[in-house]
């Protein structure tokens, strides 16, 4: 078969965004089979058996010229998660699971050039079901094992993993210490919830070769449980913004007293707080909430510019 890919998040650029991991895992398993497999260009690439197009994100325009294919399959979270009315809603129908045998398959990390990095999960679900998350609804309100490391690395520099709540996995142990074996640098590309943060994980955690962790303060009512999490964390691996980011959701359910209040918090720690905004796309430029993400997340005005009220007059 003669098989065509489309990443429509890259908008036909490969290499230009994230590599899209379930377009490589297809690749893998069809080049297995014998199958001649390409990026789908429509003036070059002639006529197709089979093209697939996959898209992670929703907002992404899908792709708007002619396919010339017998057949056409379209999947990934962009296609089965929709924005409305401010949270995200999953359509079980237009969700296309890969098939077991293509899921569990070495993907073909050559279709983007990457020699040094391993993309992949572990554990799938999140137990927390939050309004601006599809996980839940797309994977199931439990986080569970799915792979072991070896699945999608083979002894690659890097390791990008991108499970959504590892630390709510009851294997949690199994999979971290696989990763601190491993001996290769790891990104928890989602975020580490530091709720679930106990010493023996941090500890885990300090032996693993890590250039940064991220961590996620996404409500202001788990305050009480947030910030005390942080300073054991801290005092326990004695990580300090160097290696330590802190997600900060604005826009969502909190005041923009909220908001400073919490960058304050993980200031005061020494850690580095990024802002991000929900539905950033629906925000006016200029608005207050677009300059309290310009300032925190511009790391040398932040630093030298003592508060938001000071910076909002520069």
């Known amino acids: 078969m003669k098989i065509g890919l489309i990443d429509v998040d890259n908008d036909g650029k490969t290499g230009k965004r994230f590599p899209n991991l379930a377009l490589m ?9 014998g199958d001649t497999v390409e990026w789908y260009q429509p003036m070059f690439s002639g006529h197709m058996d089979r093209v697939y197009m996959s898209k992670v994100f929703s907002w992404t325009k899908d792709y708007e010229y002619y396919i010339d294919a017998d057949e056409v399959i379209k999947g990934g979270s962009g296609y089965c998660i929709s924005l409305q009315n401010g949270r995200e809603v999953y359509n079980k129908e237009a969700d296309k699971p890969l098939p077991f045998e293509i899921e569990h398959i070495m993907p073909d990390y050559s279709l983007y050039g990457i020699t040094d990095t391993a993309y992949g999960f572990m554990s799938r679900g999140c137990p927390r079901g939050c309004g601006f998350c599809h996980v ?3 994977e199931g309100k439990k986080s569970y094992k799915v792979a072991d490391l070896k699945e999608f690395w083979s002894g690659q520099k890097y390791i990008e993993l991108l499970d959504p709540n590892t630390l709510a996995c009851e294997d949690w ?3 971290l210490w696989q990763l601190a074996n491993s001996g290769a640098y790891v990104d928890f590309n989602q975020g580490v919830d530091i709720r679930l943060m106990t010493e023996k994980k941090a500890e885990i955690i300090q032996k693993m070769r890590t250039k940064h962790i991220h961590f996620a303060w996404d409500s202001y009512k788990d305050k009480n449980i947030i910030v005390p999490k942080l300073k054991m964390f801290k005092d326990i691996t004695n990580w300090e913004r160097s290696k330590v980011t802190v997600y900060v959701l604005c826009g969502f359910d909190t005041t923009m007293e909220e908001n400073l209040e919490r960058i304050q918090i993980i200031r005061d ?3 580095n707080p990024y802002v991000t905004l929900y539905d950033s796309q629906h925000i006016e430029r200029g608005s207050e909430l677009k300059r309290l993400q310009r300032w925190v997340n511009n790391k040398w005005v932040f630093w030298k510019c003592g508060s938001f009220d000071e910076y909002m007059k520069m």
Do not use: G, R
Request: hydrophobic residues 45%; positive net charge.
């Open 25 to 33: 895992k297809l690749s893998a398993w069809h080049k297995q089979q």
């Open 136 to 138: 839940a609804a797309k």
């Open 173 to 175: 142990k199994d999979i």
């Open 269 to 271: 720690l020494n850690f």
